[in-house]
């Protein structure tokens, strides 16, 4: 009994911790989108600019954090299509500090600010650290494209990782199971090598992805694909590397990207910026829920690992 019941205030004490930490870490990500509020906003009504941020591998759901909110592509169409329903909404900024991610992802997010590019709503992207790969391709659906000087960009391409772990389980005497409906069920397992045949498959869908990725870019920034192909093969640049091929239109930071966007929309140099925040009590709920109710830290780990190490095709910077 007392075994259970040491047990049971160990649950409830690890429990409380976990709160108190939820709790620091939203009122810490509260004070710093409020510093930023007070630097980049003013008054918050009138015609302005819309903020949206790609942060992180670009998925359609998204990985989040313990303590943080969900940052995948749905969310990201969310937050654009609450944008384009807004009057006071005439120009957007796209936020990206981004290695790229999955193709379908990647994708949806172009189309969505391609539809809203054709609808005259003026749609300026911004680089941070890194927009390779899926983060340039959803980039080039903007009117325009602000870059860092150091921005890695580019990686014009698609991948698929898959590792190959069979003979590491054959030294420590592992074997795999597997019973499957069609041959090529277990296509990219792991647990055994690649024949030429589903490599030949595997490619088909790799170029076809590829041929789509130099399509739109071609598409977004008004030149021929063959302008484009041949820096289409993988390579990374810096932004001013990129500025010199036109895969961006110019070297500046995230303010300039906004007196940019504020250019093109014809509105005064303190029109009003619209960051993407929830309210405080949502922040509070979404943190408490993913304490008590999206299952325990480990579990949420292991399930990141394991969505990384899945073989997916993908827009995406692998250095």
């Known amino acids: 009994?007392?075994?259970?019941?040491?047990?049971?205030?160990?649950?409830?004490?690890?429990?409380?911790?976990?709160?108190?930490?939820?709790?620091?870490?939203?009122?810490?990500?509260?004070?710093?989108k409020r510093s930023a509020a007070i630097s980049l906003r003013g008054p918050q009504f009138g015609p302005g600019v819309g903020i949206v941020r790609i942060e992180g591998p670009i998925q359609m759901a998204g990985a989040a954090s313990p303590f943080g909110g969900m940052r995948g592509a749905e969310s990201v169409i969310r937050r654009?299509?609450?944008?384009?329903?807004?009057?006071?909404?005439?120009?957007?900024?796209?936020?990206?500090?981004?290695?790229?991610?999955?193709?379908?992802?990647?994708?949806?997010?172009?189309?969505?600010?391609?539809?809203?590019?054709?609808?005259?709503?003026?749609?300026?992207?911004?680089m941070g650290e890194i927009a390779a790969s899926g983060g340039y391709y959803v980039?080039?659906?903007?009117?325009?494209?602000?870059?860092?000087?150091?921005?890695?960009?580019?990686?014009?391409?698609?991948?698929?990782v898959s590792p190959n772990i069979r003979r590491l389980f054959e030294k420590i005497g592992i074997d795999m199971n597997v019973i499957k409906s069609g041959r090529y069920k277990d296509i990219l397992s792991s647990f055994r090598d690649i024949n030429p045949e589903e490599r030949r498959m595997i490619q088909e869908i790799i170029d076809s992805s590829y041929r789509k990725f130099l399509k739109d870019v071609a598409k977004g920034r008004s030149m021929s694909e063959s302008d484009i192909a041949p820096i289409a093969d993988g390579r990374v640049l810096s932004g001013e590397a990129a500025l010199r091929y036109k895969l961006v239109d110019q070297l500046g930071t995230f303010e300039d990207a906004i007196d940019k966007a504020r250019q093109m929309a014809k509105l005064s140099e303190d029109a009003p910026v619209y960051e993407d925040a929830g309210s405080p009590f949502e922040q509070l709920m979404f943190g408490m829920k993913q304490v008590f109710g999206g299952g325990s830290v480990l579990e949420r780990n292991i399930r990141g690992l394991e969505d990384e190490g899945a073989a997916m095709i993908e827009y995406r910077y692998r250095p």
Do not use: F
């Open 1 to 32: 009994m007392d075994r259970n019941r040491k047990l049971l205030i160990s649950i409830l004490a690890l429990l409380v911790l976990s709160a108190v930490i939820a709790i620091v870490d939203i009122s810490m990500n509260m004070q710093q």
């Open 80 to 126: 654009l299509d609450d944008l384009e329903r807004n009057s006071d909404i005439m120009a957007v900024v796209v936020r990206i500090n981004s290695p790229g991610g999955t193709v379908g992802a990647s994708q949806e997010i172009y189309e969505k600010l391609w539809k809203l590019r054709k609808n005259k709503i003026h749609l300026v992207a911004s």
């Open 139 to 160: 980039a080039s659906a903007c009117d325009y494209i602000v870059a860092n000087h150091g921005t890695i960009t580019g990686s014009i391409g698609v991948i698929a």
